[in-house]
């Protein structure tokens, strides 16, 4: 069974390359977000199981969202991919309650291997 | 005339080689000052030649700018430059916290603009299968006539100069800079086969 995922990032080509970064399994059952603002409304409505999420957006920020989850007790497991790879900012996701930092670009076989670790496949 | 005129997708994509490398540099250059640097979106605009230089010669305060040229395969050249602002400069040098004696101000812009620069653009070439090498940076001296002076003799003839707007906020401090990257017009046309065929890969 493939969980429902939520792909958020303001660039098209980011999002595609998180897409096909994904198991076969799990792309049929993929939203989308462009902004933080639409993240949160799609994270609230419901029920999200993971979600791939930018930093450096405008409007409302990844970090933004990652504090609305926290805000909202939201369960969703959260793996921040960002070109923002400072490591300040790879801890701060995590204090925040992201899973994991993957650096831009996502490659598949990384990001494969970060679920197995988590117990998502 | 436009040569850089980007289809929605090209843009997009090219935003997103753009982060990636302006994110690599900020890394750099958070170690470089030893602290966390806030980053935002960089915004990107391309220039005809003509314009940029009017643009510059009217911006009265533009205390320095920092010129370096880069090279590649495939035709993709330029040469980079980093805009500062006047009163940006001395925040600089406080936020490099360099003792008075070790070395001038415009030693630590030139340091701090080749960081930004040879960061970005080596993460930028690895991208799209590329790699730079660098000319010596080298800080004009007073900006005012010797920017439309140097943008003159330049020694290749570039049509199109990309500006990117860079704005770093280090904790207490902030500063802006603008990097503006004047290309000739064949590696503007390589620069686009190489967006579509990364686009033609989704």
Redesign the interface.
């Known amino acids: 069974m493939s969980p429902s995922v939520l792909i958020c990032d303001d660039s098209n080509m980011a999002r595609k390359q998180v897409l096909r970064s994904l198991p076969e399994q799990w792309r049929t059952s993929v939203q989308t977000a462009t902004n933080g603002a639409e993240a949160l409304t799609i994270l609230r409505d419901n029920s999200v199981e993971v979600l791939f999420l930018d930093l450096t957006m405008p409007g409302i920020d990844g970090i933004g969202v990652l504090q609305g989850i926290q805000k909202l007790k939201l369960s969703c497991s959260v793996f921040v991919i960002s070109a923002d790879i400072q490591p300040e900012m790879q801890s701060k996701v995590k204090a925040l309650g992201a899973k994991e930092f993957i650096r831009k670009p996502v490659k598949p076989d990384v990001l494969i291997n970060y679920l197995q670790q988590h117990g998502l496949l | 005339m436009n040569e850089f005129h980007l289809t929605e997708?090209q843009q997009?994509?090219l935003?997103?080689l753009i982060?990636?490398a302006?994110?690599?540099a900020?890394?750099q250059l958070?170690r470089y000052l030893d602290t966390?640097?806030y980053?935002?979106?960089p915004s990107i605009e391309s220039v005809a030649a003509k314009e940029l230089i009017e643009a510059l010669n009217q911006q009265q305060n533009t205390m320095a700018v920092v010129s370096q040229g880069f090279f590649g395969y495939e035709g993709i050249r330029g040469e980079a430059l980093l805009v500062y602002q006047d009163e940006d400069s001395g925040r600089i040098a406080d936020l490099l916290g360099y003792e008075p004696d070790e070395l001038s101000q415009d030693e630590q812009l030139i340091d701090i603009s080749s960081i930004l620069t040879t960061t970005f653009l080596n993460v930028f070439a690895r991208?799209i299968d590329n790699q730079m090498s660098y000319n010596a940076p080298k800080l004009l001296p007073s900006v005012q006539n010797s920017l439309s002076e140097h943008l003159q003799q330049m020694t290749f003839n570039w049509d199109l100069a990309l500006k990117v707007n860079i704005n770093y906020q280090v904790t207490d401090y902030s500063f802006n800079c603008n990097m503006i990257l004047l290309i000739p017009e064949t590696a503007i046309i390589n620069i686009k086969k190489v967006l579509d065929r990364?686009?033609a890969e989704?």
């Open positions: 997708d997009d994509c935003q997103e982060n990636i302006m994110g690599q900020s890394d958070a966390f640097v980053l935002k979106v991208q990364i686009l989704f």
